[in-house]
Every structure is written in C-alpha cells, then in structure tokens.
C-alpha cells in the first residue's frame, strides 16, 4: 500500500503546482 499513502508535503507541493499552472477552465 505503498502509492496509498499521501505524505502531508503533497497537498502543499501541489497547491504549489497548481498556483504556477495558469487555470485551463474557470
């Protein structure tokens, strides 16, 4: 189960990402 396991750094990588990543669909 080791893909099952989400480490608390995700969330904040990802927002991150998603901030840098100009929004396709509003």
């Known amino acids: 189960a080791n893909g099952l396991i989400i480490?608390?750094?995700?969330p904040t990588i990802l927002s991150l990402i998603?901030?840098?990543?100009?929004p396709i669909r509003k």
């Open 7 to 10: 480490p608390e750094e995700l």
């Open 18 to 22: 998603y901030s840098n990543i100009p």
